[in-house]
């Protein structure tokens, strides 16, 4: 599902953020994304989202060649990716309903059909009785959960999570990686970048290592299905 094969992301002659990286992620597949300040977490999850493009290499996500991705086709390629930030970057100034229908309401979704998608969501995670409520009322982990709602709502095969858990209790923490191991059942691929060393060796998944921009642990996995392959 995702693909990089020899990725490397230079961004001037002095800093190179990924040197010559390879690993699959298949469909269903959850993994940790781990390694020091600067290793090059955040530029390996950009390629991801087409923020950024390698300077060698390719990333391939659902079978889909992101190099030379035309400009016009990076919006269809994010709607199949949801994404979870650590700060949530929810809107205070709408209802935790509205802050979860915006992906929908930017890709056209009829309103008819905003609303059982929305709530759908907000049942998976367990905030379904809070929609009217503004974020700004929640705890710091139904926060998080808006924003996991949020990511999900138009069911994307490929799911990335930013530090979910950097500002989380352990319990709150577990409580969140029960979600992402409830999304990887039904075959979304899940990749969260993370410091919690102590949270992935609970979970027991792939780690994705990276020291300096090389992946130096975790890179050899099968190749994964396409965009559509839920």
Do not use: C, W
């Amino acid at each position: 599902m995702i693909e990089f094969r020899q990725v490397t992301k230079r961004y001037d002659s002095d800093h190179t953020a990924l040197r010559q990286v390879n690993f699959h992620l298949g469909r269903g597949e959850l993994a940790f994304l781990t390694g020091h300040s600067g290793a090059g977490k955040s530029t390996l999850l950009k390629l991801i989202m087409v923020m950024e493009r390698p300077t060698a290499g390719e990333v391939v996500v659902g079978g889909q060649r992101l190099n030379s991705l035309p400009k016009r086709q990076i919006p269809y390629i994010r709607r199949h990716i949801g994404v979870v930030f650590q700060n949530h970057q929810l809107l205070f100034d709408r209802t935790v309903f509205d802050n979860v229908a915006m992906p929908l309401e930017v890709m056209g979704v009829a309103p008819r059909d905003i609303g059982r998608r929305v709530r759908a969501a907000l049942d998976k995670v367990g905030l379904l009785s809070k929609e009217k409520m503004n974020p700004m009322q929640l705890s710091g982990g139904e926060q998080q959960r808006v924003g996991i709602a949020r990511a999900v709502v138009n069911k994307p095969p490929v799911l990335l999570a930013d530090e979910p858990t950097g500002n989380l209790d352990p319990q709150l923490s577990a409580d969140i990686m029960q979600l992402f191991t409830e999304f990887s059942q039904v075959g979304v691929t899940v990749l969260i970048a993370t410091h919690d060393i102590a949270l992935i060796n609970k979970m027991g998944r792939r780690r994705l290592t990276l020291d300096h921009g090389e992946l130096i642990a975790g890179g050899s996995a099968p190749v994964g299905g396409g965009l559509n392959g839920r």
